[in-house]
């Protein structure tokens, strides 16, 4: 796993800085909730949190010098499987919460993408011990494809709150 050293490094200082910003942006957005904030931020802001934070984890994990790929799998298929049941946990608050109806775009990214790089994540773990090559690829993409997946949830999120706002804003000078 030493070549993939410089990879894990850029992919780990990258969730890192992005956990940092989603939190500022957060903060900001603080100012003015809407009226389900909770239930929405469980089902859009924490997720984007969750994927951040398993990039940095399988980042940090790829630097761990294991004794053997096999040590490594079982971990890449532990985070797999608990990605995977979180995602579900995520479709059931999609649907549950009521300040935002989801679209297409919202189950694509929430959803049904990050079940797939779980999914990756799972069979790289299986396939480790015959095709250790492939597996190390397999664990690389899968969290590439949850730091993207993070880099759009937070664009998106923050793109709705700051238009959200302008047109509250708007609407409030209109009353007046």
């Known amino acids: 796993m030493r070549e993939w050293d410089s990879f894990y490094v850029i992919l780990g200082g990258a969730a890192a800085a992005l956990i940092g910003l989603q939190f500022v942006v957060l903060t900001l ?3 003015r909730p809407p009226e389900d904030a909770p239930a929405a931020g ?7 949190i969750v ?3 398993t990039t940095l ?6 630097r761990v010098p294991w004794q053997s790929v096999a040590q490594a799998a079982a971990t ?3 985070i797999g499987i608990a990605g995977a049941i979180y995602a579900f946990l995520v479709a059931r608050r999609m649907r549950t919460q009521k300040a935002y109806r989801p679209v297409f775009e919202d189950w694509l990214f929430n959803v049904f993408i990050p079940l797939l790089a779980y999914a990756v994540l799972v069979a790289a773990a299986l396939m480790a011990h015959s095709h250790t090559g492939e597996a190390l690829f397999g664990a690389g993409a899968a969290a ?3 730091l993207f997946i993070g880099i759009h949830n937070a664009w998106d999120g923050v793109s709705y709150h ?4 302008m ?4 609407r409030g000078k209109e009353d007046e």
Request: zero cysteines; glycine letters at 6%; proline letters at 3%.
């Open 29 to 31: 957005i603080a100012e």
């Open 42 to 48: 469980a089902a859009f802001a924490t997720p984007t």
């Open 51 to 53: 994927y951040f934070a």
């Open 57 to 62: 984890l399988l980042s940090a994990l790829a």
């Open 76 to 78: 890449w298929g532990f």
């Open 144 to 146: 590439l494809v949850l």
């Open 162 to 165: 700051v238009l959200a706002n």
């Open 167 to 170: 047109q509250s804003g708007k």
